[in-house]
């Protein structure tokens, strides 16, 4: 089960762990709160914050058992919480928490009008409601390229792409937000730098079966996977980078204001 969450932080959640601070500071979170991180997956959100030694405690909720019990090994903090459940039905209280957050899920969610819905009805009126999406559609450099190669060498691959994923656009995440009744609603762009040591820094996590891309590459026979590394590292040196390279990601974040009583 670890090996699996391991894969995760090693594809994707080093580059959660890169944003958490800049969305924490955008999510303008204050000493002496109570936060809810919703969908914490392996807890990057969570560990994040408790580096403010003043927050009274941090909540991390989410449906994978397996990353619960992987951000629960990993977090020594007592003032963390991890927990399995969904965020479109919570089973706290009104008004339990002082802020609550969600870093790259919202997309995930069936349906996210609920879970923000549910946000806003365990945070206290007035608090701040804030999450954050990679913008998938072509600010996320690193699976950007990715599947730029793979749909120039398999159209039919282009259904896979999360490009198409929701709510992975500033349009749609603050519409999101005002439908659900959020008040003094405002989007802006998060950007993270992605450093890689070597081209094979880049392509060894798509080798770890991880979300679509690596399921793609895992389903592909060995002289496929071969000929799509070699356009990958053609295409990353052709953009004039050699090793060690940098890329970048933006991630959309949008942040409103539980309704006062
Ligand atoms: C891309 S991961 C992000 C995890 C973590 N917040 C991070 O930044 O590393 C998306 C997370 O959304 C969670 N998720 C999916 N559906 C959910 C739901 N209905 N309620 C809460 N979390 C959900 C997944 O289990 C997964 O952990």
Known sequence: MFAKDNNYEIFMGRWSRALAPQFIAFAEVADGERILDVGTGTGALAIALLENRSLVGVTGIDPSAAFIAYA???????????????????????????????????????????????????????????????????????????????????????????????????NELEQLWREAGLQNVKVTALVVEQPFDSFEDYWAPFLLGTGPAGAYVAGLKPERRATLRARLQKRLLADGLTDPFVLKSRAWAVIGTARLK
């Open 72 to 170: 629960s090994e990993t977090n020594t903090d007592d003032r963390a919480i991890f927990e399995v459940g969904d965020a479109q039905n919570m089973h706290y209280a009104d008004a339990s928490f002082d802020r609550s957050l969600s870093l790259l899920v919202v997309n995930f969610i069936p349906d996210p009008l609920k879970a923000v819905a549910e946000m806003r009805r365990v945070t206290k009126p007035g608090g701040m409601i804030a999450a954050a999406v990679w913008d998938y559609s072509d600010g996320m450099q690193m699976l950007r390229l990715f599947w730029d190669e793979v749909i120039a060498f398999d159209p039919s691959a282009d259904a896979l792409d999360e490009r198409h994923m929701p709510y992975c656009s500033k």
